[in-house]
């Protein structure tokens, strides 16, 4: 639909200018009239709901704004002076300018469109209807690494769970909390958790503030992603640093993700406990968004009503599955663990001699690894001396899965969202909705089988 705009505002302008030409006079007058019926078109359309208003059309819609004051402009100014009336001060070298100038500007307004195309949502199998809820917490505890000193360490979670009534007999369901990767987003894996919280289960999206692309917090701030976490990320990523600087690089980057981890469950596992039949205390979970914090609480309350906090799953995807991995080995009252693409970093316990030392105690829990292809293979090569490996070896119950023709980037939705950017950091040859929904089957099996007790858990050692 937005696309047809983008067309029509083109051809108007080719029209225009072709018309221009041949005539050998400038149609200003009918341009800016064209330009405010489609405005009011546009419009109507947004309101109505026929065209969403998301971001992909908000630089769109400001383009067409400044073309309608212009529009207006012209309206008023032929008005006055020639009852609109053509004047004829046409020359073709100005005519083509603008032109080029215009087009230049509308196609400007069609690059968000390229780069983030509408798409057809992956749609959850549960039963269950999903609905989401979210808050800031403020770790009272912790000064922020990135920010100013004495600003305190902020973690906003994102909730999905199934949409039942509060109080309602036996609906209490298993907590899985997911860590997004390096310069990820809370919302990376979205269709992940709605499937999940559509066959049941709680599920808490972390933000990490400033190794998130952009992190927004109920009081409406966003916080982008810091300049020095990136360069690291990328030197790492690129093998510019020595094994002792890796090995402290990985393991600052953990240290923060995973209090960020455990500050999120401890003040879930807060809520939980403190639920009775009437109250919960609110100042053990205190928000960042003081407007609003009373209807926050009373909607958290409903969401921590709703946990068996028995069952407890962390996963997450690339460093955010090594957040999870390390959570898996610290905590006792963790149940299961996914790692999704990531290495775990956790599992190096220093570097001696330029060569990495790896813990051999039993991974204590149980661990599900699902890798893409490349990231397999060469995992094999380096069987003895990887993390993932090893901590596999030495792991009570451990499994591991491979989706062939995947690479990074297919485990999340970010290749449904922006192909264009997924394609830049890296996808597989394998269909992208295809991987997404394998993906997304393999870690609901793995959950119900370790958190419910339900099925059992017939995970192949590779997918296609």
């Known amino acids: 639909m937005i696309g047809i705009f983008v067309v029509v505002a083109v051809l108007l302008e080719v029209a225009a200018m072709v018309l221009s030409i041949g005539t050998k006079k400038d149609y200003k007058l009918y341009r800016a009239i064209a330009y405010c019926v489609c405005m009011v078109i546009g419009t109507l359309l947004i309101f109505t709901g026929c065209v969403e208003w998301t971001f992909r059309v908000k630089v769109l819609y400001l383009i067409m704004s400044i073309q309608v004051v212009w529009a207006i402009y012209i309206l008023i100014k032929y008005k006055r002076k020639n009852n609109f009336e053509e004047i004829n001060n046409f020359r ?10 215009r087009t230049f500007i509308i196609l400007i307004a069609f690059i968000p469109l390229l780069i983030f195309p509408s798409y057809q949502p992956i749609e959850p199998t549960g039963s269950y209807e999903v609905v989401t809820a979210r808050c800031t917490v403020i ?16 973690v906003t979670m994102d909730f999905w769970y199934p949409d039942v009534e509060v109080g309602e007999e036996n609906q209490q369901f298993p907590l899985v909390v997911f860590s997004h990767g390096a310069f990820g987003i809370g919302n990376s894996n979205r269709s992940t958790y709605e499937e999940l919280a559509s066959h049941g289960y709680v599920v808490c999206s972390l933000e990490h503030p400033y190794h998130s692309f952009v992190s927004k917090q109920t009081n409406g701030k966003s916080v982008y992603v810091n300049f020095a976490f990136l360069k690291e990320a990328v030197n790492a990523s690129n093998g510019e ?12 980057w953990l240290k923060i993700r995973t209090e960020d981890m455990n500050f999120a469950l401890d003040t879930i596992l807060v809520g939980v406990n403190q639920i009775d039949a009437k109250t919960m205390k609110g100042e053990q979970n205190k928000e960042a968004n003081s407007s609003d914090s009373k209807s926050t609480m009373e909607q958290m309350q409903n969401v921590y009503s709703l946990i068996d906090k028995n069952k407890i799953g ?3 995807h690339s460093l955010g599955g090594a957040t999870a991995a390390t959570i898996g080995r610290e905590r006792k009252d963790i149940d299961a663990v996914i790692v999704i693409d990531g290495t775990m ?6 570097v001696v001699e330029g060569k990495e030392q790896l813990n051999q105690t039993p991974y204590p829990v149980p661990i599900l690894n699902i890798y893409n292809e490349s990231h ?20 009570k119950d451990a499994r591991y899965t491979v989706i062939k023709d995947s690479e ?37 099996t793995y959950f119900e089988y370790y958190l419910k007790g ?11």
Do not use: W
């Open 92 to 101: 073709v070298s100005k005519t083509v300018m603008r032109f080029v100038h």
């Open 376 to 395: 397999y293979t060469e995992a094999l090569t380096v069987k003895d001396t990887y993390a993932n490996m090893v901590a596999t070896d030495y792991a």
């Open 139 to 154: 770790d009272e505890s912790r000064e922020e690494t990135y920010a100013k000193a004495g600003a305190k360490r902020n």
């Open 454 to 464: 339900e099925g059992n858990c017939e995970i192949a050692s590779q997918y296609e």
């Open 241 to 252: 640093y020595s094994e002792e600087e890796n090995y402290e690089i990985t393991q600052k």
């Open 314 to 316: 962390v996963f997450g």
């Open 408 to 444: 990074h980037m297919n485990f999340t939705d970010l290749p449904l969202f922006s192909p264009f950017l997924a394609k830049q950091l890296g996808t597989g040859k394998i269909d992208v909705r295809h991987c997404i929904k394998k993906m997304n089957e393999i870690v609901l």
């Open 345 to 350: 970093f956790g599992e190096v316990i220093g």
